[in-house]
């Protein structure tokens, strides 16, 4: 007896020396497609394996119940009460090999599968040794719920897909919990032939297959005559289809990555996809988009689109990283850091007229002027003679140097001298993520962050404006004018947006906000050249409302307490700019007779009254010109009157021809 205890103990530490001196080999089953998943796991891409194989980690919580019932009443009926080895299957197998004169089944468990699956091998006695010495491992080192996961990653299902879920993708464009009776059968069948059995080459051959499967299973109980019946009816419709690829642009970034959590929604991103792909069909055919959702309670990523997909398009380049002019959609930064710094506040006059910075006139975009407004108007009408003279006061260093520090530095031209007074109408190169993230500084607490796309991170909150500066800017970009097919849910106070227009037409910008979620769009060639007549109001606003709609309800946007008072505040803007100017015809001029005649103005509140020789004429009620022809050679007195009742005049004559 002592003897046998002793021979039972020399023969278990060698079992176990052995083990530990030649583990299984589980790196097949490391070596794992990168798959990138939404925030509840849903797969957004996948990218393959070595050797260009799609392998998906697959569990028993990744697959339905009935699936693994099937698959273990057809492949083994005793796998969870079995060590590894079943003698009485593998004295099946024996005898009927030896009966026909053939293998007609192998008596191999799950478990001997798995083993072989690991470290495949040529079909000899042989290998079924080490197949069976590898099972007795197995279930020494692993749960059975473990072992049939590795079944389930690792079985084939033909050409170059392996397990479950990278067959149920491929196959029926799905995951295997969506997948109904007739599917799940199929894929149980598949891996005894899987070249033999393909359904979308062979689907007769797949069609019985599956039908066997599931007579298996309603001689088992696992499925009831009626589910079979419907099932079997079902024809094998499986054909190969594109494997995942949402948010490819941030996917791609984690290629490396077995297996990568995003805070991504997936039923989001697929309506952000398809929207995305039905505007860029109306666009240029090289002309592309991109679009970054946030939201705002913790600076996260809920949809991102890079591009859309076109050769043309260049739609493999991540647009939201590209570097481009925004134009006046960094107006808002550079009032929100006026403000929060003192040098204004949105109630202080100043001056929309021509002026010259040492040598610089800029001119807003409609080459007009709107005379004296306060901060708050000028920002809401994006004029960029005030925009100038803000960063005249505030500095355009100061500018550069606070949006670097909130992670969104712009890049400047080179220079010698510095940033200029351009950087307030948006002369330099930002990305849409990062402007994407400083609008969402304005749509909560002023405090600004990086977006996070993986699960779990965080990002550092820096203070960009005080809470009450991003509420003040806020409340002025709400009260804009809807723009024309504004979605009624969306009209202030639900969001508050700005756009923005790049020099030369090449980019079109608009950023939104509203009490949940902060968009930001980019519409324009991926090569930088011009769209002519692309805005950012006409071509990107639209698409940042649509993205909206699809949102939750956004509520209202949140009120923020007042600023705190400031020092006394000068105008802004030359004193002397605001008063009324005939720009054309001078004092003494000499006019051609039988040609019409443009009258120009410049300063004076409007709208402007324009008289000859004391008689009205007709002119546009906002414009600082209009047109007069004159009826007969001779001196007339041309007068302009503003809406302060200031009045200038000179004395022309008109020559005879």
């Known amino acids: 007896m002592r003897r046998a205890a002793l021979a039972v103990a020399l023969l278990l530490a060698g079992a176990v020396a052995l083990d530990r001196a030649f583990p299984p080999d589980l790196s097949r089953a490391r070596d794992l497609s990168a798959e990138v998943t939404d925030r509840d796991g849903v797969t957004l891409s996948v990218f393959p394996a070595a050797g260009g194989v799609w392998r998906l980690r697959t569990t028993v919580e990744d697959v339905p119940p009935a699936f693994v019932a099937m698959l273990l009443v057809r492949e083994d009926a005793r796998f969870r009460w079995h060590p590894g080895v079943d003698p009485l299957a593998l004295a099946r197998a024996t005898a009927q090999a030896a009966w026909h004169g053939r293998v007609v089944s192998g008596g191999s468990t799950m478990t001997m599968q798995v083993a072989r699956l690991l470290e495949p091998r040529p079909r000899t006695a042989l290998s079924k040794a080490i197949e069976i010495a590898r099972a007795v491992q197995l279930e020494v080192r692993y749960s059975k719920d473990e072992i049939l996961g590795l079944w389930l990653t690792l079985a084939p299902f033909g050409g170059n897909l392996e397990g479950v879920r990278a067959a149920s993708l491929a196959l029926f464009g799905r995951p295997p919990m969506g997948l109904d009776p ?171 007229l021509p002026r010259r910075f040492d040598g610089y006139a800029p001119e807003n975009f409609d080459r007009g002027f709107t005379g004296e407004v306060t901060a708050a108007e000028a920002l809401r009408l994006s004029l960029n003679l005030p925009a100038v003279a803000v960063a005249d ?66 990002a550092e909150r820096r203070r960009f404006v005080s809470r009450e500066t991003a509420g003040a800017v806020r409340a002025i970009l709400a009260a804009s004018t809807p723009p024309p097919g504004m979605p009624p849910q969306l009209h202030p106070p639900r969001i508050a947006w700005k756009t923005g227009t790049s020099w030369g037409h090449r980019d079109a910008w ?48 949140p009120d923020a307490p ?35 005649v443009t009258l120009r103005a410049a300063g004076g509140q409007r709208p402007l009254t ?4 004391g008689a009205p004429i007709a002119s546009p009620r906002h414009r600082r010109d209009t047109a007069w022809q004159p009826e007969a050679p001779g001196f007339y007195r041309v007068t302009v009157i503003d809406a302060e009742g200031a009045s200038v005049a000179a004395e022309v004559r008109v020559r005879s021809p």
């Open 393 to 458: 006061a505030f500095g355009p260093l100061a500018f550069v140097a606070a949006l670097e520090r909130a992670g969104a530095p712009p890049r400047l031209p080179p220079a010698d001298a510095g940033p200029g007074l351009p950087v307030a109408l948006g002369g330099f190169g930002a990305t849409l993520t990062e402007a994407t993230a400083l609008a969402a500084a304005l749509a909560e607490d002023g405090t600004v962050a990086a977006p996070v796309w993986r699960a779990g991170d965080t």
């Open 182 to 352: 007739a599917e799940l059968a199929l894929l149980v069948a598949l891996p005894q032939r899987p070249s033999a059995l393909r359904p979308d080459r062979f689907p007769e051959r797949a069609a019985a297959a599956r039908n066997r499967v599931l007579e298996i299973a309603r001689d088992a109980g696992v499925l009831s005559p009626r589910e079979v019946a419907d099932a079997q009816a079902t024809p094998v419709r499986a054909a190969r289809h594109e494997m995942p690829r949402l948010a490819w642009h941030l996917a791609v970034r984690e290629a490396g990555n077995a297996r990568v959590v995003t805070t991504i929604e997936a039923p989001l991103q697929v309506a952000l996809e398809r929207l995305g792909a039905e505007m860029a069909a109306s666009l240029d055919e090289r002309a592309n988009l991109a679009v970054v959702v946030l939201r705002n309670a913790d600076r996260t990523v809920a949809a991102h689109l890079g591009a859309v997909p076109g050769e043309a398009r260049a739609g493999t380049l991540d647009l939201t990283r590209a570097v481009r002019s925004p134009g006046s959609a960094f107006k808002p930064f550079l009032y929100a850091l006026a403000f929060d710094a003192g040098a204004i506040r949105p109630e202080t006059r100043i001056a929309d």
């Open 610 to 613: 324009w008289l000859v020789d």
């Open 510 to 557: 608009a950023l939104g906000v509203s009490a949940t979620h902060t968009v930001g769009v980019w519409v324009g060639r991926p090569d930088g050249t011009p769209l002519p007549g692309q805005t950012g109001r006409a071509t990107a606003t639209p698409l940042m409302l649509r993205v909206f709609a699809l949102l939750p309800d956004p509520g209202t946007l």
């Open 562 to 596: 007042p600023l705190p008072p400031a020092p006394a505040l000068a105008r802004l803007g030359e004193p002397r700019a605001d008063r009324l100017r005939l720009v054309f015809p001078p004092q003494g001029a000499s006019l051609a007779d039988g040609a019409s």
